[in-house]
């Protein structure tokens, strides 16, 4: 059974940066899409990044595109993201989702089923 765990979130100034780290368990393919979101309050859960279980593949939200990126580490089977260039409206609650038996990058929250508990991230101005 196929199991992610979000780490690393926590409060920052704006300008600083951050990584996240989405412990990947219970999975030994390789056809597995994992995507980050967030979710502020009173804010519908947005698409902030993608990637395939390869790393062969990679996506971004327009909002975070050329600030944020998205890695794996093989060996530790986790993927982080790593968060440059912070601003308020970054502070939200980053989720990771992980959809076995796929190789392209899923944006849409709708079609996962298997969430982390959520990290906070707060940027501070």
């Known amino acids: 059974q196929v199991q992610v765990a979000e780490s690393g979130g926590g409060l920052v100034q704006a300008g600083n940066s951050l990584t996240l780290a989405c412990k990947v368990s219970g999975y030994t393919g390789t056809m597995l899409s994992i995507s980050w979101f967030r979710q502020a309050p009173g804010k519908e859960r947005e698409f902030v990044s993608g990637i395939t279980w ?4 990679t996506d971004y939200g327009d909002s975070v595109k050329g600030r944020f990126t998205t890695y794996r580490d093989n060996a530790k089977n986790t993927v982080y993201l790593q968060m440059v260039s912070l601003n308020p409206d970054d502070t939200a609650v980053y989720f990771c989702a992980a959809k076995p038996g796929y190789v392209i990058i899923l944006k849409s929250r709708l ?3 298997i969430w982390g508990q959520g990290t906070q991230v707060t940027v501070s101005s």
């Open 54 to 57: 390869t790393g062969s593949a």
């Open 111 to 113: 079609v996962f089923d």
